[in-house]
């Protein structure tokens, strides 16, 4: 059973930095695409990062130049550094594989204040 861990939010001010992360086990963890995505208050769910097997990035026009997605695969973790926050990012972040599966870890919330 695939279980997602995610990790590293907080409370920060706008224009702080925070560094996420999301440990994976029961999947074979290097051959697997990975996503960062999130849910803010009454809105869906979107995805915010990704990285492919061979380390590629995309990244939502929203963070692009702010955050940055990596993964360690000696250590089944999959990261997301995000700079110069904004209060619009406040959201629960969670981690999953690309396609997503239909199970989710519980996230970390990230709260930006003004």
């Known amino acids: 059973q695939v279980q997602l861990v995610e990790s590293g939010g907080g409370l920060v001010q706008a224009g702080g930095s925070l560094r996420l992360s999301c440990v994976v086990s029961?999947?074979?963890?290097?051959?697997?695409?990975m996503g960062w995505y999130r849910q803010a208050p009454g809105k869906q769910r979107e995805l915010v990062a990704t990285?492919?097997?061979?380390?590629?990035?995309n990244y939502a026009e929203s963070v692009k130049g702010r955050f940055t997605i990596s993964r360690d695969n000696a250590k089944n973790t999959v990261y997301l550094q995000m700079n110069s926050l904004k209060p619009e990012d406040t959201a629960v972040y969670y981690c999953?594989?690309?396609?997503?599966?239909?199970?989710w870890g519980q996230g970390t919330p990230v709260t930006v204040s003004s």
């Open positions: 990285i492919t097997v061979g380390r590629t990035t």
């Open positions: 029961g999947m074979l963890f290097s051959f697997n695409a």
């Open positions: 999953n594989k690309l396609p997503s599966l239909d199970s």
